[in-house]
Nanobody, 120 residues
Framework: QVQLVESGGGLVQPGGSLRLSCAAS????????MGWYRQAPGKQRELVAV???????NYADSVKGRFTISRDNAKNTVYLQMNSLKPEDTAVYYC??????????????WGQGTQVTVSS
């Protein structure tokens, strides 16, 4: 079983910055993809930024140039640096990781979510 623990959410004023962290632990053999999604009230969950298989990064158009995803492979951790935050970035941010566990079974795990609120 693979667990994801997120941290770093909070309340920030428009134009401010936050940094989210997500650490994966447990029965990890490999991680194919890892990244961030978000869900605003009344909306569907959407991709924010992910490292996909092959090491490519994908960003939502709405965050390009403002958000940066990075990772520490030794720690099985990804980060999301969010700058120039806007009220429309308000959402619960979820970490996701997919790969193989130590039993060579596929996993697709989600974190519990962390609230990001952008408001003056």
């Amino acid at each position: 079983q693979v667990q994801l623990v997120e941290s770093g959410g909070g309340l920030v004023q428009p134009g401010g910055s936050l940094r989210l962290s997500c650490a994966a632990s447990g029965s990890i053999f490999s991680i194919y993809a890892m990244g961030w999604y978000r869900q605003a009230p009344g909306k569907q969950r959407e991709l924010v930024a992910v490292f996909s298989s092959g090491g490519r990064t994908n960003y939502a158009d709405s965050v390009k140039g403002r958000f940066t995803i990075s990772r520490d492979n030794a720690k099985n951790t990804v980060y999301l640096q969010m700058n120039s935050l806007k009220p429309e970035d308000t959402a619960v941010y979820y970490c996701n990781a997919a790969g193989q566990d130590l039993g060579y079974e596929e996993y697709d795990s989600w974190g519990q979510g962390t609230q990001v609120t952008v408001s003056s």
